[in-house]
């Protein structure tokens, strides 16, 4: 039996063939996996599993409770598994799965199912016994002359060095042997260092870190040297080939969070958890406040005591500290499951940057006066491996490729083609701060591994992902704060814009695992999640659609006290230059081209944290997503917002004001709202809303739903998919005023009713409708809480929308209208117009002026004119559609007045075919008659009023649908069975 992280490391090594060679007389071989590995389930493990596509896993079930896992994202999940018992399961499909224990929730891992693509393993080993190293300070070692200042300085192949003083000053540094740091304080002061071939630069081991203090300065004055020829620059560390390793000696906690509140002027930090930190330290503190209200403070710490840090100056904001719950009443401080076991977790990250080693650029005038700072970048067979590193006046500003860690085209050849994943790659308890340009850029690179890093004060996108074809690395656990827009940004979307500008984490590929971060304090988004149709850069050639690939794992992520908003996904790169646009991200099976139903797959974002940003908590542009388990608060307008179809937010905690609320939430155009209701395409519901007031607004959503974006049909039967959501001191949500009955009048308008089956806004089943004569007339109305525009009438209410004259387009109608309800006596009841949508959106939000449409109720009776106060449209001559919804049976009956010219004689038929298909089933032909009397006592029939150039047709529902009845009674088909009407001259 063995555990799980042993399948991780042989199961990995075993994606190579064969790797041998020689060093020093010692040979390296792989070890080979277990053919059928076994994995020990127990209590609270964490498993992080990487096997090849085939390889079947033996659960066992060691415990004394039985188990049931499953993928988070619905795609496997085993049967229960009793103590003693154990299950084989096969994985077949390369990609990468988050899953978790149904019966204890502690439990949870990943499983890395690699394709049979290569993985890059360079060969690595450490000086071993057998190995012979000079030392730096004997003169024999150099032939008899120390290097002395200003000395280019060069190790060949085959020579190896004990680094055991600190040398003078050089100009620079060559290694094609290796170099080894002593066990003792050192300085290293070079312009540049370089590395080829089998070139080696090692401080510490991994089982042995560096416990001393090691400081690397990098000090190349010339700002337009490139000592390589290759674009690689100066005063850095460049591996053209070798290996950096690095592995200092890191505190026990990297980083953690307050365990109480810090007030302004305190000086002492209670953390979440114990620290070793030591007196002099650097540590940072984020915001728990609004972008532009705190910010990041960086502080030395003067005594640590496990959970006590005391400062050597006080704190200048005030951070929150403790966890909130939710009771019955609204948010406490009481811990309590009774409602939700969901915690609102905003209290303040606090990270330590301080290491043994140092990696640092000079502090000069170059640095000063230019943002000329050092920087990392490894090419060709290049290995970096930094554990326990501080990197600090890193990156130079303004300057392509020049960032502080810098992995450079290491997995695709020109061609495009794939070289292999850069397995070895590793940047691990370390922290970056004080750079001129970004963070860690992984650039045409997959299988690295970034993990429980700290960026801070950083110029430009920090964690960033380049040419969208990095793939399958790991980026998880890093905490990133103070990110801001570079004096001179290096692409477009660097700059602060709607939505954009610099941000915490830059991700242009799908298929990486992004889990545990925390992005704080960024002038752009927390999670930029920008994935575009097709690659950027050096790597245009490599054949994926980013745009459409699987969603690697998005778990566990926090994003707070951003200027944008928390989460983006949407606004990908569409060149070069960085310029962006919308685009929809729609995972496919094949990673291909969108095929709808053929090859969509879902998404999951899971157990997400958004708060205190100064935009939407998630802003999304996608198909099929899952956003499960969010945690959403404080944030500033619509806390889900964006444009998708298919979705689900579902088991989550939305919270419009928590207890830390001593700043007011900075309200722009749009006041807060909990959830967007996409247009009725998502699934919003099991969720737990609290503190969403309604605003005086009311051409603003605000409350639980927002009712803005109900525009695209006349009466929207979507919120059945809405059910059991729990709503405390939270108001269901504003009734926006249609921009057709708003003052001035618009040329688009808003859904006439809405169906509300729960009963958020009045009586279940009832109809939320405008108070006007039109929709109110004849129904049994009541008042809906804090609205005086709205009343909660009882249905149902029938949709006419989809106007085409004269072949005009289908899908964007324009043409005014004016639309009268007619009493028994054809006097006019009410009117619903909408003026000419031909000379832009001049509406009250800027809709999209081929919205128009209107809400009917049964047996009603409606004349249709295509005209406004100001503008008519020439009488139809050669045919009139539209579409009628929500008519479910042949009792469900309209009257309709159509115009239409007298000089022409017509037909007229209904169908559920949206072609209009005039032959076979479904079709219903409507009888002419002579005479109105006649029409009002014949079912479907038609009358054309030659003298009033109208034809009116009484047409009922309950037609046949193509294909059958639906089988999912919450499907769009089986809810609003749309029928179209057309009449038509032969």
Known sequence: MIRSRFIHVSLLLACC????????????????????????????????????????????????????????????????????????????????SAFLCDFDPAMRGTIVVQSPHAVFVPLVTNMTANMTAERWSNPATWGGRLPQAGDAVTIPAGKVVLLDVSPPPLQSLLIEGELHFDR??????????????????????????????????????????????????????????????????????????????????????????????????????????FYGVAGTERLTVQAANETQVVLTTPLQKERWGRLQYVSPTGMTLTPTTEVTPLVLDERAEVGVLSRRIVIQGADDERWRNDRFGGHIMVMGNGVLRLNGVELRRMGQGGRLGRYPIHFHLLSYAADGSLIG???????????????????????????????????????????????????????????????????VPLLNHDRAGFRRGPSGFWITNPDNIVRGNV??????????????????????????????????????????????????????????????????YIPTSDDGPDRYDDNRVRFTFSDITTYKNNDNGLWNRTSWPDYVRFVSADNTGMFFAGAGDDGKIRDSLIVGVSLNNRTPTPIYDQPNAA???????????????????????????????????????????????????????????????????????????????????????????????????????????????????????????????????????????KMPLTISRLDASNQIIGQWIVEDGRGGSR???????????????????????????????????????????????????????????????????????????????????????????????????FWQDNASNQVWVNVSGGMTLPGGEPTNPLSDKALYRETYLRIFAP
Request: hydrophobic share 35%; aromatic share 8%.
């Open 17 to 96: 063939t064969l790797v041998i060679a020689v060093i020093a007389g010692s040979s390296v071989s792989l070890i080979a996996a277990p053919a059928k590995p076994q994995v020990s389930l127990s209590q609270a493990q964490t498993y992080d599993l990487h096997v090849n596509a085939g390889t079947t896993i033996n659960w066992f079930n060691a415990d004394s409770v039985p188990h049931r896992l499953r993928a988070v994202d619905g795609s496997w999940e085993t049967p229960v598994i009793a103590p003693g018992e154990q299950i084989n399961q096969t994985f077949t499909t390369a990609g990468l």
């Open 184 to 289: 003792q304080n050192l300085n290293l002061t070079v312009g540049w260092i370089m590395l080829h071939g089998r070139g080696r630069l090692q401080i510490g081991t991994p089982t042995e870190p560096f416990t001393q203090q090691a400081t690397i300065t990098l000090t190349a004055a010339n700002l337009d040297e490139d000592v390589t020829g290759m674009d690689m620059g100066t005063r850095g560390i460049l591996l053209m080939g070798g290996t950096f390793e690095a592995y200092g000696q890191t505190p026990d906690r990297i980083w953690t969070r307050l365990a109480d509140h810090a007030a302004t002027g305190s000086t002492t930090l209670t953390l979440a958890e114990p620290v070793n930190w030591q007196t002099g330290d650097q540590i940072v503190i984020a915001p728990t406040d």
């Open 421 to 487: 994943d850069a397995t070895q790659q590793l940047v691990e308890n370390s922290s970056i701060w004080n750079s001129a340009n970004r963070c860690i850029t992984i650039h045409g690179t997959n299988g690295t591994t970034i993990r429980n890093n700290i960026c801070y004060d950083i110029a430009g996108h920090a964690i960033f992902l380049e040419d969208a074809v990095e793939r399958r690395n790991l980026i998880e656990n890093n905490l990133v704060l103070k990110v801001r827009q570079p004096p």
């Open 519 to 584: 992005a704080a304090d960024a002038a752009g988004n927390g999670f930029w999640l920008a994935f575009p149709e097709r690659p950027l850069g050096s790597n245009k050639l490599v054949p994926i659609r980013p745009v459409n690939t699987r969603l690697g794992i998005f778990s566990h992520n926090v994003a707070h006290s951003n200027g944008k908003p928390g989460i983006n996904l949407d606004f990908p790169p569409i060149d070069d230059a960085g310029n962006t646009r919308e685009v929809k």
């Open 675 to 813: 959830v967007a209701s996409y247009h009725s395409t998502f699934d919003i519901f099991d969720n737990v809303i609290v503190n969403f007031p309604l605003s005086p607004r009311l051409d603003r959503a605000s409350g639980a739903f927002a009712t803005n974006d109900y525009y695209l049909i006349p009466v929207d039967r979507g919120l059945i998919r809405n059910p059991n959501n729990i709503l405390i001191n939270t108001h269901p949500g504003r009734r926006v005023v249609s921009p057709n009955i708003n003052t001035p009048v618009g040329n688009a308008v808003i859904a006439g009713a809405l169906w509300d089956p729960h009963g958020y806004w009045g009586p279940k089943n009832n109809y939320w409708v405008y108070d006007i004569p039109f929709l109110t007339v004849g129904k049994t109305c009541v008042p809906v809480s804090g609205e005086d525009h709205t009343k909660s009438c009882n249905g149902p209410y029938f949709g006419v929308s989809g106007f085409r004259v004269d072949g005009s387009p289908p899908y964007e109608p």
């Open 843 to 941: 509406n009250t939000f800027g809709i999209v002026a081929h919205m128009r449409h209107f809400a009917a109720v049964p047996n009603g009776r409606y004349r249709i004119e295509f005209r406004d106060a100001v503008t008519a449209l020439p009488l139809p001559t050669q045919e009139v559609k539209l579409n009628l919804s929500n008519m479910h049976t042949t009792d469900d009956k309209l009257i309709l007045a159509v115009p239409f010219s007298g000089s022409r004689t017509v037909q007229a038929y209904l169908t559920t075919r949206e072609s209009y298909q005039q032959s076979g089933p479904p079709i219903r032909h409507l009888t002419k008659v002579n005479s109105f009397a006649s029409l009002l006592n014949t079912d479907n029939s």
